[in-house]
């Protein structure tokens, strides 16, 4: 079936350090492929997307590339801010199956100064 | 432009007691999906629905749970004689169109306690 796996958490960084937070998924048709952030006490919001493969998403600093071959959708920012602190989902939707999300379980990340 | 809107935002039952939780999609959007988040885990599909249709209803219990997005008003997640285990954030989508390519843009959530 459909599915996201996500790297656990939760992950603590100084400022201005490298994140990656890993996601692959497995998925019987072809996925959009999508990755959202959230706030404490907030919905989730969308952060980036990529709806084929090779396509990269990217938004606020934050980067991510649809890797067909290694069925990976990983999660990368050059320099961490405290306010980037949050919980990170990764998340995809798949054509043929109504249109619903599948998401990871999530990683949460706390940016120390 | 109002985003998504839930209220309650939180919501506090007794065991047995009925839940009704409402959802408001974002203007101009008809495309409603409910997902529940368990304690530490991610969020899973509930059910998705358009105007006054069910259009996938397979991640919905088959007892007690039922939605509903009528032509007017918002979108209404009920939970009947709710058990602990029903404690949890209720979250809802909307989008613009029912393609897997868009996304989902989703309200703050109803956090559901039951005691």
């Known amino acids: 079936g459909d599915s996201v796996t996500q790297m656990e958490g939760p992950v603590t960084l100084s400022e201005e350090a490298f994140l990656t937070i890993n996601c692959t998924y497995t998925?019987?048709?072809?996925?959009?492929l999508f990755w959202y952030v959230q706030y404490p006490g907030e919905g989730l919001q969308l952060l980036l997307k990529?709806?084929?493969?090779?396509d990269k998403g990217s938004n606020k600093g934050f980067e991510a590339t649809y890797r067909k071959e290694t069925t990976s959708f990983h999660l990368e920012k050059g320099s961490v801010q405290v306010s980037d602190s949050a919980v990170y989902f990764c998340?995809?939707?798949?054509?043929?199956?109504?249109?619903?999300?599948?998401f990871g379980t999530g990683t949460s990340l706390t940016v120390i100064p | 432009n109002a985003g998504v809107m839930q209220n309650p935002r939180h919501l506090v039952r007794r065991r047995g007691q009925e839940a009704r939780l409402r959802c408001s999609p974002m203007?101009?959007?008809?495309?409603v999906y409910w997902y529940r988040q368990l304690p530490e885990e991610g969020l899973k599909f509930m059910v998705y629905?358009?105007?006054?249709?069910?259009?996938?209803e397979s991640g919905m219990p088959k007892e007690r749970f039922s939605a509903e997005f009528p032509k007017e008003g918002p979108s209404i997640l009920r939970i009947q004689q709710v058990v602990r285990g029903d404690s949890a954030a209720y979250f809802c989508?909307?989008?613009?169109?029912?393609?897997?390519?868009?996304?989902?843009?989703f309200g703050p959530g109803t956090r559901l306690t039951v005691t």
């Open positions: 998925a019987t048709g072809y996925p959009s």
């Open positions: 203007k101009g959007h008809s495309h």
């Open positions: 998340a995809l939707s798949v054509s043929n199956t109504g249109n619903q999300f599948y």
């Open positions: 989508a909307s989008s613009p169109q029912g393609t897997h390519s868009y996304e989902q843009y």
């Open positions: 990529a709806t084929k493969a090779d």
């Open positions: 629905l358009q105007k006054e249709n069910i259009i996938d």
